[in-house]
């Protein structure tokens, strides 16, 4: 039986509740109804075995061209535009095949692993500029260290000239946060899709040995890839590979901080896959999705009825939290053995750059420790939010610094 009509929750965009707001949406049930920046309606799903089965569901879908009646370029919210239905994200079936199979081949655990000397090299050059900060004065760790770190190696990865970078990073981070206007939120998706298109008209003045160069390849030699594609494709790489992997160096770091004793187990034993591990499930990078579309009515276990056309929104951070999987769910704990997640998504979307983003993290923290000792500047119950409820991130890390 479907619930008759079920209390409407809105999502926060402060920041501030993110995880709060998470256990009330776990309250209830299967899914729970939220209302979404924009006026739109969603169900949120918080629970892991809903998640899993839900975005594995040949019912549901991503493409909201198929999905969602009511699409129109137009009606589509602003900050879910950054990943616009031409790219992979937004795709299904044959499409999403071609498009992910164009870049997957650069994100194998070889390729990958073939990056860790440039990687080290990003980290190394800015932990070089901070050892000549002023000692004894806070530095924020978020803005001069971590946030340049996967904007770089994905920058270096596409080709990016370096006076476009600082413009690519900001249209980035404005992207999910969704606290802005209607109007603030079209003007940055603007002027994020005049960075691409600014990018790729350098690339065809000037081609490069990069990514950006080789879809443009590909794009002038056949159909496997559209106009529209191609810059859909060129937003998702910079968005989903410089947001989400500063989310896990910032809140790595911040635990160490907090759990001493963790931080000597951790460099003596060199144990930063299990910091980074811990992090992913406790504090996901992203907390939700938004969105998914159902093609048919969906009647979930407890009785609540998705009916075709609405719109489902994931929440892959809720599911290291469950209460139900994982004892002390709150606790960071590095040796804890119930460290599973879903921060890098289920099924057939699972994130392409999981491998880069583990390497980028790794490589981060172990340098970071290696070279300097690290204190927090403020309480962490002073640390603030980033303003969005797709995003799990702080704002700043504030940190005093000494050379090891
Ligand atoms: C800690 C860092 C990261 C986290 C937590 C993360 C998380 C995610 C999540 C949750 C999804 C969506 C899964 C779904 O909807 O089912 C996703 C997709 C994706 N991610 Fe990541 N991501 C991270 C880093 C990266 C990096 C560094 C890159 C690339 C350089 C990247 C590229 C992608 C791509 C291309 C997709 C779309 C895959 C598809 O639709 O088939 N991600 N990521």
Redesign the pocket.
């Known amino acids: 039986m479907s619930h008759p009509s079920p209390a409407l929750v809105v999502m926060d965009s402060t920041g501030r509740r993110l995880y709060r707001q998470t256990d009330e949406l776990r309250a209830g049930g299967d899914a729970t109804r939220v209302a979404l920046p924009g006026g739109l309606t969603a169900w949120s799903v918080t629970s892991t075995p809903m998640i899993k089965s839900l975005?594995t569901d040949p019912r549901v879908t991503r493409d909201p061209r198929k999905g969602w009646p009511g699409f129109t370029d137009e009606t589509q919210p602003p900050w879910m535009m950054p990943w616009t239905p031409a790219s992979?994200?937004n795709a299904s079936g044959t499409d999403?095949t071609r498009l992910?199979k164009l870049?997957s081949p650069a994100f194998t655990q070889r390729r990958v692993e073939a990056l860790r000397p440039s990687v080290t090299a990003i980290v190394d050059g800015l932990l070089d500029a901070l050892t000549t900060a002023p000692q004894g004065e806070p530095v924020d760790l978020r803005a001069t260290f971590s946030y340049k770190i996967?904007i770089t190696v994905?920058c270096d990865l596409l080709g990016v000239p370096k006076e476009h970078r600082d413009l690519m990073a900001q249209v980035m981070e404005a992207a999910i946060d969704t606290s802005m206007s209607a109007e603030e939120a079209a003007a940055n998706n603007y002027a994020m899709v005049k960075a691409i298109i600014d990018l790729i008209a350098a690339k065809r003045e000037e081609p490069g040995d990069d990514m950006t160069t080789q879809l443009l390849d590909i794009h002038d030699d056949g159909d496997r890839l559209t106009e529209q594609e191609l810059v859909a494709t060129l937003i998702?790489?910079v968005g989903?590979?410089s947001e989400?992997?500063v989310s896990?160096i910032d809140h790595s770091t911040v635990a160490l901080l907090t759990h001493p004793e963790h931080l000597a187990t951790t460099r003596a034993e060199d144990r930063w896959n299990d910091v980074i591990e811990e992090s992913?499930r406790r504090d996901?990078?992203?907390m939700h999705?938004p969105a998914r579309y159902a093609l048919e009515d969906i009647t979930l276990p407890d009785g609540t009825l998705i009916r075709t056309g609405e719109l489902i929104l994931?929440g892959?951070g809720a599911a290291g939290r469950d209460p139900s999987a994982h004892d002390r769910r709150d606790e960071w704990d590095l040796d804890r053995t119930d460290k599973a997640h879903l921060?890098?998504?289920?099924?057939?979307?699972?994130?392409?750059?999981?491998p880069?983003?583990r390497l980028e993290a790794t490589v981060a923290l172990r340098r970071l420790f290696d070279r300097f000792d690290v204190e927090l500047a403020v309480e962490p119950s002073e640390l603030r939010r980033q303003p969005s409820f797709i995003g799990n991130d702080y704002s700043a890390v504030p940190v005093l610094l000494t050379r090891r």
Request: positive net charge.
């Open positions: 975005v992979m994200f999403h992910r870049i996967p994905i998702l790489m989903a590979g989400t992997a896990l992913l996901a990078p992203i999705i994931i892959f921060a890098f998504g289920h099924g057939i979307h699972y994130c392409m750059g999981a880069l983003a």
